[in-house]
């Protein structure tokens, strides 16, 4: 009985956000960033390694440089004094599309340094945007919906593009289907220019930074999810290629598979956040990652690696609580300069992890790794301290 009361609970507000101007302009632009980014990140190993030859260190260095832009995520406080936030989320988008598409123009390892740093420009500030919009313009209680069906949209959109290069890629120079990716994402982010979203009704944001000390257990599990996850994004692929000779087209029907997982688990995530808390879902996260980073040291079978992989992004899709216990412990106009802060934190590590962990690789492949697993085990012991207040929800508004 319950469990039907809350499916229709979770199924009446699902068909209300179809109404909601907002979900419809961030699905518009999260689809778009999606197609555009897992386009470069699925071809980007097999591109930077067959095609230009680049070795673990210079894969660090690049891996670097596009983790600046989230490092000067900050400074999305000061545009936001010029351009307004939903117009600077459909401008980030514009400008991943455009660093993708300079990407196959380029094929060099300088070209790739440059090019990586315009699309990691356009990726970090609409992440940190559309984080922030989501927060704003939504309940306590709606906002993890909302994130797991953006996120249950991109995994489809991850699907498409991972059968698409799969079924092409024998037909295309890699060249090419850079361009053919980046020009699709600059034509979505230039239709939405044409949207219009926003509620004026809300709390007017804090153009200016937030550094308060009741929000230092979200700092530190921001800094901690973003050295672990530059050890993930860096490594764990480039380890595939690199020491099991994985072609593009297995990565391709990994990240297929992948995202068929995370289609359906990303909304049962988000539900589980309402019914049984933050707490519980990010210790299950970090336990779990936990075993998985040890894992990636010492298996040795490409089966495994594959389900290892899987399970470790389905455990990221987690991370989402991290926002939502920050949102119900916020102040409101606190939200967007929060949200800017909150990812320069998360990649203060990431600026230098994938060099040092670059130059240990060459030592031993399996350190970075390792560190990932005490990175993780130690986000655990951080998350035993999350409390949420307890709250009325608000209820859903059209927008």
């Not at 991850?158 to 698409?164: E, R």
């Not at 860096?234 to 029907?253: D, N, P, R, W």
């Not at 934190?345 to 670059?358: D, F, K, L, R």
């Not at 409390?387 to 929800?393: A, E, L, R, T, V």
């Amino acid at each position: 009985m319950f469990v039907n009361c809350g499916s229709f609970y979770v199924n009446n507000m699902l068909r209300q956000f179809r109404d909601n101007k907002l979900y419809h302009y961030l699905l518009l632009l999260s689809i778009a960033m999606a197609a555009g980014f897992q386009g470069w990140r699925t071809m980007f190993n097999n591109f930077a390694v067959d095609d230009i030859g680049i070795n673990g260190f210079q894969n660090g260095v690049i891996q670097s440089v596009r983790e600046v832009p989230g490092f000067l995520s900050l400074l999305v406080i000061y545009v936001l004094l010029i351009i307004k936030e939903h117009r600077l989320a459909a401008v980030s988008v514009l400008l991943l599309g455009a660093g993708v598409t300079a990407t196959g123009l380029f094929p060099s390892f300088s070209g790739l340094v440059v090019c990586t740093l315009i699309m990691s420009l356009g990726f970090h500030y609409f992440q940190t945007v559309n984080q922030s919009l989501t927060l704003q313009y939504f309940a306590h209680n709606e906002a993890p919906l909302i994130m797991g069906s953006v996120n249950s949209y991109v995994a489809l959109t991850n699907i498409i593009v991972g059968i698409i290069i799969w079924s092409v890629s024998g037909y295309f120079d890699f060249s090419y289907l850079f361009i053919f990716f980046g020009i699709a994402v600059m034509l979505a982010a230039l239709y939405s220019f044409r949207l219009n979203p926003i509620n004026k009704d809300l709390p007017v944001q804090q153009k200016k930074m937030i550094l308060k000390r009741k929000y230092s257990l979200f700092y530190l599990l921001h800094f901690l999810s973003g050295a672990r996850r530059q050890i993930f994004v860096v490594f764990v692929v480039f380890m595939m290629v690199e020491k099991y000779h994985f072609s593009l087209q297995t990565i391709a029907i990994l990240f297929v598979i992948n995202n068929v997982v995370n289609y359906f688990m990303a909304p049962f995530i988000g539900r589980m956040i309402n019914k049984i808390g933050e707490r519980f879902i990010l210790s299950c996260e970090y336990l779990s990652l936990t075993i998985i980073f040890l894992s990636y040291a010492f298996v040795d079978s490409k089966i495994l690696l594959f389900a290892l992989y899987i399970f470790n992004n389905v455990f990221y899709s987690a991370a989402m609580a991290i926002n939502t216990y920050f949102q119900k412990t916020a102040d409101p106009e606190d939200i967007a300069p929060s949200m800017a802060v909150s990812f320069t934190i998360n990649h203060i590590s990431a600026i230098v992890i994938p060099v040092i962990g670059g130059a240990l690789w060459m030592y031993n492949w399996r350190i970075p790794f390792i560190s990932g697993s005490v990175i993780a085990l130690l986000s655990l012991i951080l998350a035993q301290k999350v409390k949420i207040p307890k709250q009325k929800f608000v209820s859903f508004k059209k927008i």
